[in-house]
């Protein structure tokens, strides 16, 4: 079974493998529902603190509707839509379990039209969709250590990340484990530029990752272990997620971002077909993308807000480091999730006899 493929990301192989064995609800969970709340899946942990602060809290405060997050598997998610048994209202997960659902017509249309806290037309266009809508955005980056690589002479691109003899040192990159493997910053050091993408050509991908193969240490498979190796310096080149390698940038890890060529990723927010509380769900989603809430949140995560008009409440110093904004648009490129969702068993075949090769 694959891991997440974000920083709070559900795994979608969980989602078609386990949803036969997962249980509809835990004892006492998710009963007792009324017209004044509203139930939202969540990866628990830190996030839902950062949430209960920014949004929850504040949102309860003003209508008067009680948020309880639950934490819950994409297999839970399945199992209740397939039984006919929807227990949770909003969906807060990454991009790719959503796009799941929504093929399977588990999701119901985001009611852009009845919001009244949120712009929809200050929702970044790319992240912006019927039945999902980003709420915040993260990014994959090239990190290096700035001992082995001082004054800027670290790689400046994903050409220069493959160039071992000019830039050596040990390097990591995502292993499949991981959600996706780096293919998109294979072929842009193969010479494909962003914009031109996708439809990835996966062997041509695979020919590129053999190049750099040899300088590679250890393909990373979790976000915590790609951090680790940085701060150990078993590597010193490395793609990583920003929210992972700024954390430890700032708890004194001698590193740096590269922004350049970076993949922009997102999480997202949906609404179950159904949901008792559906209209609660919708009401929320209006709240958390207010460029107050998202602001707030952002500050915390690390990540980038979606909402246009919440970078205007942030500090020059935060949005340097935070992903989604106009210039990070303009350097980096929107992973294509649909495509990933379509191919990423065609991948994992091809990921599976090239690592043995």
Not at 300 to 319: R, S
Request: proline share 7%; aromatic share 10%; charged share 25%.
């Amino acid at each position: 079974m694959r891991k997440p493929t974000g920083p709070f990301t559900l795994s979608r192989r969980s989602l078609v493998a386990a949803a036969a064995v997962a249980p509809l609800a835990s004892p006492g969970v998710l009963r007792g529902q009324t017209a004044g709340e509203v139930i939202v899946r969540t990866p628990g942990g830190v996030y839902d603190d950062v949430m209960r602060r920014h949004v929850y809290d504040p949102f309860t405060k003003e209508t008067g509707i009680r948020v309880q997050p639950v934490a819950a598997t994409v297999a839970r998610l399945l199992a209740m839509f397939r039984a006919n048994n929807v227990e949770l209202d909003l969906i807060d997960t990454g991009d790719g379990p959503l796009v799941t659902l929504e093929r399977m017509g588990a999701l119901a249309p985001i009611a852009y039209d009845q919001w009244h806290w949120t712009r929809p037309d200050d929702i970044v266009r790319e992240v912006r969709h019927e039945y999902r809508c980003a709420n915040f955005i993260y990014a994959t980056v090239l990190a290096y250590n700035r001992e082995s690589f001082p004054n800027g002479t670290h790689p400046k691109s994903w050409a220069e990340f493959w160039d071992g003899a000019k830039f050596p040192g040990p390097r990591m990159l995502a292993d499949m484990a991981s959600g996706q493997p780096n293919l998109e910053f294979a072929l842009i050091a193969d010479g494909v530029s962003k914009d031109q993408l996708y439809p990835l050509d996966i062997d041509r991908a695979f020919r590129s990752l053999s190049r750099v193969k040899p300088h590679i240490r250890k393909f990373w498979d979790t976000g915590a272990l790609s951090a680790q190796m940085l701060s150990d310096k078993e590597v010193v080149l490395g793609s990583v997620w920003n929210g992972r390698v700024q954390t430890i940038i700032d708890r004194g890890a001698p590193l740096g971002i590269e922004w350049n060529q970076h993949m922009i990723q997102t999480q997202a927010l949906a609404v179950f077909k159904g949901a008792r509380n559906g209209a609660n769900a919708q009401k929320l989603i209006d709240f958390m993308l207010r460029p107050e809430s998202q602001a707030g949140y952002a500050r915390e995560l690390i990540y980038g807000p979606t909402n246009v008009k919440a970078f205007d409440l942030l500090p020059a110093d935060q949005l340097a480091r935070m992903p989604g904004s106009p210039n990070s648009r303009e350097s980096g490129f929107f992973n294509n999730v649909p495509w990933w969702e379509d191919n990423r068993d065609r991948v994992n075949r091809a990921w599976s006899r090239w690592i043995l090769g």
